[in-house]
């Protein structure tokens, strides 16, 4: 079964209002990330959050790590329109074999 | 360039035929990914290529092939797929080893269309 489990699966705001996401993992990671998805194209890396980093900024992204919960959050501020998109959380696997697991996704729709 | 280019954008296919899916990237990356994307689903991986050999091999049926040609270069051989392999197949990039999560670079994706 996939590492990450994202909620909410589908997230519908107003331009200008703020989006936050879930991610939830099982095991034991290095690092997490977050991807965007605009519809049927290849995924863009949006931020990465290390295991010993608790909150990480990247413009109007702001990612949170809790790993004693196994759960991260994206808050996107000031959500534009072209944020429609679907969002994908990552896990990096903290053994030498690690790969990246990516969780269901939530789909954001942001009305102008 | 930091770009992963892939090859070609759509793709109809019959059961009966073989064709490849290419990936390129002139990044200087060593690790180089397939994913299969149903969707509304998040991707799959397939294989990890990492310094031109393979590294994961997600238990991929026979039917799908992969080839590392140089360390640009990244093919997917197709033979005999089956109505259930359409999907979007991505092709990623990253700059070490592939191991431990590294943030990985996507191309645009091939669409499958199998009939």
């Known amino acids: 079964s996939q590492q990450g489990e994202e909620d909410p699966q589908a997230l519908s705001i107003q331009e200008g209002e703020n989006a936050t996401m879930n991610c939830s993992y099982k095991t034991s990671i290095n690092n997490l990330q977050w991807y965007r998805q605009n519809s049927g194209r290849g995924l863009v890396h949006l931020i990465l959050i290390r295991s010993n980093e608790r909150e990480k900024h990247s413009g109007r992204l702001r990612v949170t790590l809790d790993t004693s919960k196994k759960s991260s959050s994206l808050l996107i501020t000031a959500s534009r329109a072209a944020d429609t998109a679907s969002y994908f959380c990552a896990t990096g696997d903290n053994t030498n074999a690690g790969k990246s697991t990516f969780g269901d996704g939530t789909t954001l729709t942001v009305k102008p | 360039d930091t770009e992963v280019t892939q090859t070609p954008k759509h793709l109809v296919m019959g059961m009966t035929n073989k064709k490849s899916l290419k990936c390129e990237q002139h990044m200087g990356h060593r690790a180089m990914y397939w994913y299969k994307q149903k969707a509304k689903k998040p991707p799959e991986l397939m294989f990890v290529?990492?310094?031109?050999?393979?590294?994961i091999n997600e238990s991929v049926p026979s039917r799908f092939s992969p080839e590392c040609p140089n360390s640009s270069l990244l093919n997917l051989h197709l033979h005999a797929l089956q109505p259930e392999d359409s999907a979007l197949y991505l092709c990623?990039?990253?700059?070490?080893?592939?191991?431990?999560?590294?943030?990985?670079?996507f191309g645009p994706g091939t669409r499958l269309l199998v009939l």
């Open positions: 290529y990492s310094y031109e050999k393979l590294s």
């Open positions: 990623a990039s990253s700059p070490g080893t592939g191991t431990r999560g590294e943030t990985q670079y």
